[in-house]
């Protein structure tokens, strides 16, 4: 099983990404799905889950300006971010909540003026 995430870079506060998770090796319409993140010199923490039914749960810090969502028929997880803070500057992971696979490289998401 491999995660591939992507669209990570340098966001302005305020401004948007889109991040992706391409994940192949094993189908992830059955399951529920999140997106994790681990700031320089911190712990991973979790952002936010998808479950499989499409209901969304969000850390109260990205409640509200983040958004996650699925596509089953690409075996893809998106995370749109928006009213981004120089806070969110992270490397973004994503992976099944349940049975993780193992965590892939990541995408580096820098968010400063």
């Known amino acids: 099983v491999q995660l591939q995430a992507s669209g990570g870079g340098l966001g302005q506060p305020g401004g948007s990404l889109r991040l992706s998770c391409a994940v192949s090796?094993?189908?992830?319409?059955?399951?529920?799905m999140a997106w994790y993140r681990q700031a320089p010199g911190k712990q991973r923490e979790w952002v936010a889950t998808?479950?499989?039914?499409?209901?969304?749960n969000y850390l109260s810090a990205v409640k509200g300006r983040f958004t996650i969502s699925r596509d089953n028929a690409k075996d893809t997880v998106y995370l749109q971010m928006d009213s981004l803070k120089p806070e969110d500057t992270a490397v973004y992971y994503c992976?099944?909540?349940?049975?993780?696979?193992?965590w892939g490289q990541g995408t580096l998401v820098t968010v400063s003026s």
């Open positions: 998808i479950s499989s039914n499409n209901s969304p």
């Open positions: 992976n099944f909540v349940f049975d993780k696979a193992p």
């Open positions: 090796g094993r189908r992830i319409n059955s399951g529920s």
